[in-house]
């Protein structure tokens, strides 16, 4: 799946897990989303249902934040579930996302490629379910929200993990020397997800140092979305983990 190489991120945060066989409702509603200066129109054409074990273990209320990365033409390329309060919300929405349409994402008017946090909340009183915007990297888990530690999802701190990410297979960008600088601090530093399987999602540039071809940022993604790392894991539980790599760019050493 090709990402967008210079998305840029609106921050909030994945992890896919199945559970439950409830019913899914089949039912379109449309629903706008606005932060600061993102609007998103979303069409809603399968909604996702309360997971009836949760009702019954007594949850009246759920969330689920997630990043999704947005073509400027409202294609839906990649998501990462960043918290949730019990993985079995974020999996009722992960087995209905792709049946949604997108409008194309417009930041101050404009339609843009984006990585746009939203905030999918649950009732238990007749399965309603809204949209929050989100902005910011801490999401508050509360007990309104029935948090369970075990059972919940959140973006683990690098500096709580058994090991630091260990890269297990990796693949060096291509580009024609022709594109590298003469400076050998122009870099580009890309920001991305590294979930529980080892794999690279949602990567993209954080910033850029010096003058960097944006042919040259791509060959740097694309490189990095095949890498692969051993599963992150906190005391041999496998996580989710945010993480950044630099590449840099200059003619003498090509890129590292």
Not at 50 to 75: K, Q
Not at 213 to 219: M, P, Q, T
């Amino acid at each position: 799946m090709k990402k967008w190489p210079l998305a840029l991120l609106l921050l909030a945060f994945w992890l896919p897990f199945g559970l439950g066989n409830e019913t899914i409702k089949k039912e379109i509603y449309e629903h706008n989303v606005t932060s600061d200066d993102v609007d998103l129109h979303i069409k809603v054409a399968r909604q996702p249902v309360f997971p009836t074990a949760l009702r019954s273990a007594g949850y009246d209320l759920g969330h689920v934040s997630m990043l999704l990365e947005l073509h400027f033409d409202g294609e839906l390329r990649d998501w990462i579930v960043t918290s949730s309060n019990h993985l079995s919300f974020a999996d009722a929405v992960e087995r209905v996302i792709e049946d949604w349409e997108f409008g194309p994402p417009l930041r101050n008017g404009k339609p843009v490629s984006l990585i746009v946090p939203i905030q999918v909340n649950f009732k238990a009183s007749g399965d309603v379910v809204s949209f929050n915007s989100v902005a910011g990297l801490t999401h508050a888990m509360t007990a309104a929200f029935g948090y369970d530690s075990y059972n919940a999802i959140e973006i683990t701190p690098i500096d709580e993990l058994d090991s630091f990410p260990e890269a297990i297979s990796t693949v060096t960008p291509e580009a024609p020397a022709s594109l590298f600088s003469q400076e050998e601090d122009t870099l580009g530093v890309f920001r991305f997800f590294i979930d529980t399987q080892g794999i690279v999602r949602l990567a993209h540039v954080d910033r850029v140092e010096g003058e960097v071809d944006i042919r040259l940022l791509e060959a740097a993604q694309n490189a990095l979305e095949q890498w692969r790392f051993k599963p992150p894991t906190v005391k041999g539980r496998k996580v989710v983990v945010q993480a950044l790599q630099p590449f840099y760019f200059y003619a003498q050493n090509g890129t590292r």
